[in-house]
């Protein structure tokens, strides 16, 4: 099969009897792998463990990310298949902050890079989750370290501890903290070198059980896409390109910026196709809609 071309590959056989690298040191493998194996035919799964992800970039700040989260995801994905020597690597990358259409809520973006070098394709797929458990904050005691773990929902949700939400070269950065007396004991020393110390949450795949569950539900989506062959050519990943706006106001009918439907494109031939709501929703909530509430 490795010499054949894209066009004479275009359905799901180019996955046929192949084992998939999982480029993650944080345990990503346990929602990635099973996500895919159950839509495509691989032979297997197996976690890259020869590499260093943190290089592209660290949450708690020790390695800045130098490229945006899309770029760096690919270049993950790149490594993992230049260490392990397998074609066909996955790898994901996530940021928090903000969600656009409401910027005072928080988001989880979790991009997924699937390379496969032996027919020289490389895709990723997005997914925005409102569902996070992600924050940080200045405490100047105990009690305020303890109150914000309680927020956070810990121990189930790791923390970390730093001097200062910038970290800087030699701060000491305690990553990983899972029961109270190591959190209490960590909190009293940088309290003691501070005064006041830096309480995150510890943003690492297995550390954040709520952002495991999101790359699980990314990976199931964006296997989804990759099993969905175009009706025209077969050309595999027949996928969601756009979201289309104009979802009916519920109570007067007039266009909502809301999503109406989404546009599903063919990379190969160009075919495009509309697909409804995955949750079949057909109307907005009045309190949505520029007419009945301007």
Same mark, same amino acid.
């Given at each position: 099969?490795?010499?054949?071309?894209?066009?004479?590959? !275009? *359905?799901?056989?180019?996955?046929?009897?192949?084992?998939?690298?999982?480029?993650?040191?944080?345990?990503?493998?346990? $929602?990635?792998?099973?996500?895919?194996?159950?839509?495509?035919?691989?032979?297997? $799964?197996?976690?890259?463990?020869?590499?260093?992800?943190?290089?592209?970039?660290?949450?708690?700040?020790?390695?800045?990310?130098?490229?945006?989260?899309?770029?760096?995801?690919?270049?993950?994905?790149?490594?993992?298949?230049? $260490?392990?020597?397998?074609?066909?690597?996955?790898?994901?990358?996530?940021?928090?902050?903000?969600?656009?259409?409401?910027?005072?809520?928080?988001?989880?973006?979790?991009?997924?890079?699937?390379?496969?070098?032996?027919?020289?394709?490389?895709?990723?797929?997005?997914?925005?989750?409102?569902?996070?458990?992600? *924050?940080?904050?200045?405490?100047?005691?105990?009690?305020?370290?303890?109150?914000? !773990?309680?927020?956070?929902?810990?121990?189930?949700?790791?923390?970390?501890?730093?001097?200062?939400?910038?970290?800087?070269?030699?701060?000491?950065?305690?990553?990983?903290?899972?029961?109270?007396?190591?959190?209490?004991?960590?909190?009293?020393?940088?309290?003691?070198?501070?005064?006041?110390?830096?309480?995150?949450?510890?943003?690492?795949?297995?550390?954040?059980?709520?952002?495991?569950?999101?790359? *699980?539900?990314? !990976?199931?989506?964006? !296997?989804?896409?990759?099993?969905?062959?175009?009706?025209?050519?077969?050309?595999?990943?027949?996928?969601?390109?756009?979201?289309?706006?104009?979802?009916?106001?519920?109570?007067?009918?007039?266009?909502?910026?809301?999503?109406?439907?989404?546009?599903?494109?063919?990379?190969?031939?160009?075919?495009?196709?509309?697909?409804?709501?995955?949750?079949?929703?057909?109307?907005?909530?009045?309190?949505?809609?520029?007419?009945?509430?301007?």
């Amino acid at each position: 099969m490795s010499g054949r071309s894209d066009e004479q590959v !275009a *359905g799901l056989d180019r996955f046929n009897g192949r084992v998939l690298g999982v480029a993650s040191m944080h345990g990503k493998e346990r $929602v990635i792998g099973p996500a895919l194996m159950a839509r495509l035919p691989l032979a297997g $799964v197996v976690v890259i463990h020869e590499l260093d992800t943190d290089k592209f970039g660290a949450f708690s700040g020790e390695v800045e990310r130098g490229a945006d989260p899309r770029t760096a995801c690919l270049q993950k994905a790149r490594h993992g298949a230049e $260490v392990s020597g397998l074609d066909l690597v996955i790898a994901s990358e996530g940021s928090f902050g903000p969600y656009p259409p409401a910027p005072f809520i928080s988001c989880d973006e979790e991009w997924l890079a699937l390379v496969d070098l032996r027919n020289a394709t490389e895709l990723v797929h997005r997914h925005v989750s409102l569902n996070t458990v992600f *924050g940080g904050e200045e405490c100047q005691s105990e009690g305020e370290v303890i109150a914000f !773990a309680t927020r956070m929902q810990f121990p189930e949700h790791h923390l970390v501890l730093k001097p200062a939400a910038a970290w800087r070269s030699g701060d000491r950065v305690i990553k990983g903290i899972n029961d109270r007396d190591t959190l209490v004991r960590a909190a009293r020393m940088l309290l003691a070198e501070n005064g006041t110390i830096w309480v995150e949450c510890d943003l690492r795949a297995m550390a954040n059980p709520t952002r495991m569950r999101v790359i *699980g539900d990314a !990976a199931e989506a964006f !296997a989804a896409d990759l099993a969905r062959c175009c009706p025209t050519c077969g050309l595999f990943n027949f996928a969601i390109t756009q979201a289309l706006w104009g979802l009916p106001c519920g109570q007067c009918g007039f266009p909502t910026r809301s999503t109406r439907a989404h546009l599903r494109e063919c990379r190969g031939c160009g075919h495009r196709q509309e697909a409804e709501r995955p949750d079949g929703k057909r109307t907005e909530d009045p309190q949505y809609c520029d007419l009945c509430n301007p």
